[in-house]
């Protein structure tokens, strides 16, 4: 089993900053990929950011040159750097961990961005 726990969501002005944290615990080994995913209200939950267990990062065009992903591996944590956030990043935002074909959730942090 793996723990995912977040942190850091908050409310914030357009054109603010915020950073996510996802901290991991438990069977960490053998993770491929973590990522950050957001859940409107009435929407789907949707991809924000990965990050393959080799470094590359991949962003849908919704946050892409706005969002950055990174992970420190020695401390077992996942961030999410956002910067340049809009009333439409509002979203319940979760930390995801992928090993093999389990996947993992945490219980989601909210993120509300006032315009």
């Known amino acids: 089993q793996v723990q995912l726990m977040e942190s850091g969501g908050n409310l914030v002005q357009a054109g603010g900053s915020l950073r996510l944290t996802c901290a991991a615990s438990?069977?960490?080994?053998?993770?491929?990929?973590m990522g950050w995913y957001r859940q409107a209200p009435g929407k789907q939950r949707e991809l924000v950011a990965i990050?393959?267990?080799?470094?590359?990062?991949t962003y849908p065009d919704s946050v892409r040159g706005r969002f950055t992903i990174s992970r420190d591996n020695a401390k077992n944590t996942l961030y999410l750097q956002m910067n340049s956030l809009k009333p439409e990043d509002t979203a319940i935002y979760y930390c995801?961990?992928?090993?093999?074909?389990?996947?993992?959730w945490g219980q989601g942090t909210q993120v509300t961005v006032s315009s």
């Open positions: 438990g069977a960490i080994f053998s993770i491929n990929a």
């Open positions: 990050i393959l267990s080799g470094g590359t990062a």
């Open positions: 995801n961990a992928l090993r093999g074909r389990e996947a993992y």
